[in-house]
C-alpha cells in the first residue's frame, strides 16, 4: 500500500506548536486560580467592609443592623484549546504550512450566602468586650487612645478616698467626655515614648499545711511546682507559686512591685468583672506627673456601631485638648472624632468605597486630610472587632475552586 502527500518535515514543524499548546493550557490554570482567589477575597472583603459602614448608616437612622456572610464559593473553570495548520499564503501548496492555535476558558462561579443571625451570634454582638481582646490588639501596636475611644464606654478614677468617679464616653456628657479623653491621651503619650506596659499582675499566692501531711515522694513533686519553706515553730511547710492575674495598663513594670503593691494592684483590679480593664500610672515614672488609677470598662460591639452611628447626627465628637501634666503626643495626634465620615449627595471623590442610603445619600470613611491614616486605621480595627464577634458562618456543601480541562 502507497501513501500519497505524506511530508515527514511537516509533521516535524507542527510538533513544537502542538508541545507549547499543551503547556499553555497546563500554564492556564494556576493563573486562573491565583485570579479566581485573589478576586473572590477581594469581593468578600469588599462586602463585609461595606456592610460594617451601611450597619454604622442604619445605626445612626435607628434602623436594625443586620449582616450577611459569604458561607461558600465554588468557582468551575473549564479550558479548551485546539490546534491546526495552513498553507501559508503566497506560498507554494505543500512547502510551508502556518500553525492555528484557538482555545478559550469559561467559569462558573456559585457563591452561597447565609445571613448571621441566631442567639449565639446576637449574645456576642451585645456582650461587652473581654480584656484579652483589648490587650491582643494592644500588642499589634494599635494606637490605645484609637482603641479605648472605640472600645470603651467609660473610665472609673479612683481617688484618694478609695471612691469610684465615673467619666463616660459620651460626647452629650461633657465633664465626662472631656476627662475620658485627656485620661486616654495621657496613656497614648506614654505609649508613644515605649513606656507603656500592658501586662498580667503577677500574683504570689502562699499555702500553710502540717509538715506531718507530706511524704518525701510528694515533698519532691511540690518542689517542682512550688516554693517550699519549712517553719520549724510550728512544724508545717509554706508553699509559693506565682500565678498571671489580672492585666494591667501601668507605665511601670509590675514584675518589679513588692507582694503587697501587687496585693493592693490586685484589689484594684479584682473587683471588677472580664470588661474591665485596670490601669495604674505611678510617680517617678514616665507620665508619672499626673499619677492617676482606675478601670475602663469596654462596650460591645453593637454599642460601638451605634457610638459611631450617634457620632453622624446628634453626638459628634469635639476637640478636647490635653491635661497640661500630659507629656507631649507624637506629631500631636488628637482627632475630634473616633472615626471621620464623609457625607454627600453625590459619590464622594477620593475615598476607599462609599455606600448610598435610600437612593439619596453617600457615605464614606473619610481617607484624606490630616487624619486619613487614622481613619483608615480606625476601620480597620472595627473589621477586627467584627471578625472576634462574629460566629463560624454555617457552610453549605464543601468550598471548594475545581478547574476542568
Not at 190 to 195: C, L, P, T, V
Request: net charge negative.
Amino acid at each position: 500500500m502507497k501513501y500519497k502527500n505524506v511530508n515527514p518535515e511537516r509533521g516535524l514543524r507542527l510538533l513544537p506548536c502542538l508541545l507549547i499548546l499543551i503547556l499553555l493550557a497546563g500554564c492556564v490554570s494556576p493563573m486562573a486560580l491565583n485570579r479566581a482567589v485573589i478576586a473572590y477575597d477581594d469581593a468578600v472583603t469588599d462586602a463585609i467592609s461595606q456592610q460594617l459602614l451601611i450597619n454604622i448608616v442604619r445605626a445612626h437612622h435607628r434602623h436594625p443592623v443586620h449582616f450577611t456572610g459569604v458561607s461558600n464559593i465554588a468557582a468551575t473553570f473549564t479550558f479548551h484549546a485546539n490546534a491546526g495548520a495552513t498553507p501559508a499564503l503566497g506560498g507554494l501548496a505543500g512547502a510551508t504550512m502556518l500553525p492555528i492555535f484557538g482555545g478559550g476558558v469559561s467559569e462558573s462561579p456559585t457563591i452561597s450566602i447565609v445571613p448571621i443571625e441566631g442567639e449565639d451570634f446576637t449574645k456576642r454582638l451585645l456582650t461587652p468586650f473581654p480584656q484579652s481582646k483589648l490587650t491582643l490588639l494592644l500588642r499589634q501596636r494599635f494606637d490605645v487612645d484609637l482603641l479605648l475611644r472605640m472600645m470603651a464606654q467609660e473610665v472609673r478614677l479612683l481617688n484618694a478616698t478609695e471612691q469610684h468617679s465615673s467619666y463616660r464616653n459620651n460626647p452629650s456628657d461633657k465633664t465626662g467626655y472631656e476627662m475620658f479623653r485627656r485620661v486616654v491621651l495621657h496613656l497614648s503619650a506614654i505609649q508613644d515614648k515605649n513606656e507603656l506596659y500592658v501586662e498580667p499582675l503577677p500574683l504570689i499566692q502562699t499555702w500553710t499545711i502540717p509538715a506531718s501531711s507530706i511524704a518525701a515522694e510528694g515533698f519532691q513533686a511540690l518542689q517542682k511546682e512550688f516554693g517550699v519553706r519549712y517553719n520549724p515553730e510550728d512544724n508545717t511547710y509554706t508553699l509559693r507559686k506565682q500565678v498571671p492575674g489580672p492585666i494591667l495598663i501601668t507605665n511601670h513594670d509590675p514584675s518589679t512591685l513588692t507582694d503587697a503593691e501587687r496585693e493592693a494592684l490586685h484589689d484594684l483590679a479584682g473587683d471588677w468583672n472580664v470588661s474591665d480593664i485596670a490601669f495604674d500610672i505611678r510617680p517617678d515614672h514616665y507620665g508619672g506627673e499626673w499619677p492617676i488609677s482606675g478601670v475602663f470598662r469596654l462596650r460591645s460591639f453593637h454599642s460601638i456601631l451605634g457610638f459611631l452611628g450617634k457620632a453622624l447626627g446628634e453626638e459628634p465628637g469635639y476637640h478636647v485638648e490635653k491635661d497640661p501634666r500630659t507629656p507631649p503626643i507624637l506629631w500631636n495626634e488628637n482627632p475630634d472624632l473616633t472615626m471621620e465620615f464623609v457625607v454627600s449627595n453625590s459619590t464622594p471623590a477620593e475615598v476607599d468605597f462609599s455606600i448610598r442610603w435610600n437612593d439619596s445619600q453617600y457615605y464614606a470613611v473619610n481617607t484624606k486630610g490630616p487624619y486619613a491614616r487614622w481613619n483608615r486605621d480606625a476601620f480597620q480595627l472595627l473589621f477586627l472587632l467584627f471578625q472576634m464577634t462574629v460566629t463560624d458562618i454555617p457552610r453549605v456543601g464543601v468550598p471548594s475552586i475545581t478547574i476542568a480541562k
